[in-house]
């Protein structure tokens, strides 16, 4: 290994990632058997992947299946509080070009990107699309070699969309956040428990009799909220979208707007995707020790800068916990300084969730691989075929035995003159 | 009213409709708002409508928003088990040409739409597909004057797209079931709750402490699955789709394939869409006592001619339920004679629900009668103003505040240049 | 049979009555094995009972198995609107003497009781503490003959601890109510389902999305606010208990005090065994269109005649709502009369929770009819063991099969010398 | 303070630990009220207390209480796995008698309840009974000087039943565990929750889609299926009590023998206060990879010296999971050495629960100081005007208002005249 070919916190952490890594490896039978086709077939031979990932023991098995592959890969964090610094360790040792350090400032963030473009990347892959608003923006030179990318999250496929609709986009990205196995059991039940588990890690409280506002019914929103009604609270949601809120209505939450919600909130868990959605009109009316953390990807949903003004200070209580004291004498615990609470104050998404994703991710490098010359400069859903054969491979991993149609069952599924 | 305009079972029972109709209507604020709107602005004049829907109360509101709107409508069931007499006769009474008496045979049943027909109709209303079907066979006499048409049911839906696939498809369509506000909501919370009221009601078990299979985990089967659950039952799920094969379990429930279902379940509810999903070879796996329904539209999932095979005798040992005694000795209850038991054992969708999905059929028949000439032979999803409109003034009717976006929120939302 | 030795409403329905009293026999399979324990060992030879019981299917199994043990019986209603006549038609028919017509006024039900009574009761089996009051105030010439009692209800045992207190109390009574396999399974699993059953039959609103709020967080109480969760309703408590508050607070449950719980309601439930828990002061806070029903034993926790005072009008919407019109315009429906809600608006508990509680009436009786010379005037517990059998009992036919202690786990259970 | 006066592991991390306990003070109101009341009042002065309970940050703000209210106070841990060692540290540091370290071996255990015991107690408190157990038989000298004693679990409490029965018990207990505000809520909510975050800290498996067995059906039981089924698992219950089990099934859990149970658990967790009660010929039926774990106090639950005979080889694949590899090749895990996993491998119960716990310790502590002489050598309830003023101080904290009772409705209550 040449010099600086990594960035980590400690090299001597590597041992105990390397003992995560592969505990997370028993959890994830599906990626550890595409890995098994990956190290047969090497489709990814000499393809240069950049990685902008969540650096966690998942994403570990994850690079560790493309290399299998044959990629040369590089790996950077998504996210400046989420990087496990014995991960990252790990795959240092073992020669993967790792630039994620736990509580990297902003200039560090954004430098450890540009020194993992240095692979001059074929494929991008991206939860939050920082490397391709990256090479869009500051770094074009590499756009040429550029094959196509993946996107692993909402709020990066919702950037993604926007560029795509201005013609701003310069190659192919397949939105692997919307492929059925990866939105539906990631993002709802992924998200919700280790939201939970976060807040649990950070302040110990009791969920059961808390009020529990969850501002945001898509997925996330969805996995939080039932969980934490499973958990024992009385759960409130706020939403933007009427069919949304029908819907959260239905399944027996009370639904309010912002404002009054404020009000009855113990514990306030943000996953919109959206920019300042707790405000300083918000923050004020907030009981004594109201509790207020992010789910969603960027730091953005909460306004602490107006939070921090109307504060006479702020003190770290605890790890993970800040206390603003605001002018009026009320308490309010910001956690994970209102990063998503899972990564920062937990281990981010249980490996099973992380399979199917990171499954999706990994055939659908394959398929950018192998396609790249079909496809436009256009967001992709995930081919059908994978989305099918990642839940298929997941059932048989659980030992979930599904009922076959009959013949006469497909024939009358497709036929109209059959009658009462 | 011209002799023979209408064919009801007493038309005596019209007082105790007609209050019925009225109760349900306290519950149908949407459908409500949109009659008063149809008085003023007759947006359905001199436009021929043939409805072949269940002949519930809820039915009825629709009935009366579409004459409000100036249509001239006929009526006519869309199940032989189905009609509430009550209901029927108070329509006639007011001069609806209704055709519709609980218990009918087939003969009977097909006679009764071929008298509604006879109202030459512009807009068909379907739930099944039964008229559509029937003037694509018998009576293509009628296809000339034909608008366009809607379909109210996912069992028909499917017909419907079989149909446009083999250009078999005479008249544009608007599949009503595919709408957010009803199949989310109709086929989620209304058939979950009025399955289990019609299982209740034919048999009065206690629910709590039985293994409940639900076969199909659609909305339908969702939202049984989820009310058996909160009824105290043990629910095992039975799928063809490995992604809702997953869903299922990740939401907590046992899924099995349908041998092993089986054996273990006290009540069996079929909710596919397809045909003979409970067949010989399952019945006689079955514990003795074993509780068999359909909740799904045709009365073709249960495979009671198989049973019927297999018995020494068939008892109806009190209303709606048959005792089918196997030959070795086990005793099989199939409840409502294998029809959707939410009709034929209770009251079929609760009228809140019916509210959203009827909103939607009246706004659609407005749809068809004001754009038909641009639509083609083909299938056509609700337009997307009509579904979120539906959602906004159900959610106005229930007194919850939406929460708006700021400014900055659309900006955000639509910019992709915002960094971590 | 003698003339006039039963008051029912139409013999005539006995055929029905006696299929669905069959029907019921069907899920009884407890009671059932006593009945035929009895059969053999005719442990209640000669034995005069005097049952004031709800007349439903499960109780007409109770008295067959009491005859099946030699006892004679007279049958009477412990509530003027719960008996089903078919039930009584099909139980006079068989020779036994009940007295017992739906609807009946109040005089007429205490005549009944009286007619009853000249059976010349060894034993009184209650379901409310009518029998009791009345041969402890005017038919004291009933008294001596009387070995003891079984009272089946909350509101009962009430009553009797109190007469017991103020040494009123003349005959020992057996509080079947307390019964561990009655009271957590009836009152818990059978009125939580039941009771929506009843709201569901009489109105046809959807659960899910409405606020439900339940007055009263005793073992009623929870079940109705577990079962109301469980079909999607926002769940209100209100307590007068701190402890019972506190858990209903940690279930996830909103706690309030009922002024507050009038406003946001939209379906109102009690069960305190408490009188006048919802008051004028109460209903003239609600929304228009609130759905108020009782599910306690008596008809008094709803202060009706305060609500009748404050209406304009008081009308009879459609079978078993009253709609009160009050002075502001605001609509009030009250179910069933305000009297209890599962047996006036449905069948009462399912069979399988009678099963239970009818168990222990029968072995009761049983242990009564053995035991009376040692017992005192006061109020028993049922005996441990017959809990326990109950209990074994249910799950053999449930196909539950018991873990077994090792001998060395009672060996440590009864020793306090093991250390950490 | 003299030299030995308290054995920590590191009284540097004093800094964090006191931050910790006062994070937990936010959530202990009820402890902080009596603790200002004990401020004023002094009822403990010059009292000797002994406290042998798990060192956590909630414990501390018990002993800050008690030393407010003037007591002395010794502190030992009352399992060796369960010691938080910065609130050791902290503890120690303010001059409080601290012996406990986490990892403590057996030996050093007892040694450090033994210099605990060196302040010649005039009460224990005891989480498991070590304390009474020891100078019941190893340290009677300490008896003459005891005036009483607390007992904070279930098992303790069993152990000391046990005991008076014997008539071995000479001084007078309390069963702190008994209490509602205690029982119903710490061992249910709290250890509930805490359990669960135990399995998730320790694996961070996915809960949801995974079967977990919990065996033992009381409220721990409880407490942690009704977590698990909120979580998204499907579980299975194991019991030995008939009523229990019919309460499980009821509440809509397979039920199952253990060897049953094992054949198709991913996670075990046993709640039981037995021995061994999965044992060799449970271990040798389960899945490849199968969690299994212990929530109750004693570390015999699980017959681990059974399992390692069974073994291959025992390995710590990571921090709280050692992972026993069977002779036939199957894998299966063990957590936190089989000792309670909710304080071994979490933070133990919330401070919302302890606060109810402790509130029950403090004042029965000044119950014992101030009743001692009217008590004789038996195990005693917590008084029944303790147990509802904390759950009185609960709600208040909570901002939940009680309803009242109204004159008539006393008067009602208290009656039996009152009629039909």
Chains 1, 2, 3, 4 share one sequence.
């Not at 505990?23 to 950049?50: D, S």
């Not at 098995?61 to 990252?88: F, M």
């Not at 943000?270 to 009109?281: C, K, N």
């Not at 256009?378 to 081919?383: G, L, R």
Request: proline share 2%.
């Amino acid at each position: 290994m040449k010099e600086k070919d990594y960035a980590v916190k400690d090299i001597k952490l590597a041992k105990q990632g390397q003992e995560r890594i592969e505990w997370a490896r028993r959890h994830m039978p599906v990626l550890g058997k595409i890995k098994e086709e990956f190290e047969k077939a090497k489709p990814l031979k000499g393809v240069n992947v950049i990685a902008c990932l969540h650096v966690t023991v998942e994403t570990a098995n994850l690079i560790e299946a493309l290399i299998a592959g044959g990629a040369n890969v590089a790996l950077t964090a998504s996210n400046p509080l989420s990087t496990q610094d014995d991960v990252a360790a790990a795959l240092a040792k073992k020669g993967v070009k790792v630039y994620a350090i736990r509580g990297e400032d902003e200039k560090q963030y954004y430098e450890n990107i540009e020194s993992a473009l240095k692979i001059k990347p074929n494929i991008t892959l991206d939860d939050g699309a920082d490397v391709i608003a990256t090479v869009h923006s500051k770094h074009k030179e590499y756009l040429k070699s550029i094959y196509g990318g993946c996107e692993e999250t909402t709020t990066g496929v919702i950037r993604l969309r926007a560029m795509a609709k201005d013609k701003a986009l310069k190659y192919p990205v397949v939105a692997v956040n919307d492929a059925e196995t990866k939105m539906m059991f990631d993002n709802r039940y992924g998200t919700g428990q280790s939201t939970l588990h976060g807040i649990i890690n950070a302040t110990n409280v009791l969920l059961a009799g808390k009020t529990v506002v969850v501002v945001g019914y898509g997925w996330c929103g969805r996995g939080c909220a039932s969980r934490a009604k499973g958990m024992g609270s009385n759960v409130v949601v706020v939403e933007i979208n009427a069919r949304k809120a029908l819907e959260a209505a239905m399944d027996g939450f009370q639904v309010m707007d912002m404002k009054e919600a404020a009000k009855v909130g113990d514990i306030f868990i943000t996953v919109t995707g959206d920019i300042a959605v707790i405000r300083g009109e918000h923050f004020k009316l907030m009981k004594d020790q109201a509790i207020v953390c992010n789910s969603g990807h960027f730091n953005v949903e909460l306004a602490l800068d107006e939070l921090k003004k109307m504060s006479k200070s702020v003190t770290t209580v605890k790890a993970d916990v800040d206390e603003y004291l605001l002018k009026g004498g009320n308490r309010i615990y910001v956690l994970g300084e209102g990063r998503l609470v899972n990564l920062a104050c937990a281990f981010g998404h249980p490996p099973e969730v992380m399979d199917m994703s990171f499954a999706n991710q990994a055939l659908c490098v394959k398929y950018i691989a192998e396609n790249h010359k079909k496809l436009k400069n256009d967001v992709y859903k995930v081919p059908e075929e994978i989305d099918t054969r990642v839940a298929e491979m997941k059932l048989e991993s659980m030992g979930i035995k599904l009922e076959k149609l009959t013949k006469e069952q497909e024939k009358y599924l497709s036929s109209w003159s059959m009658g009462t």
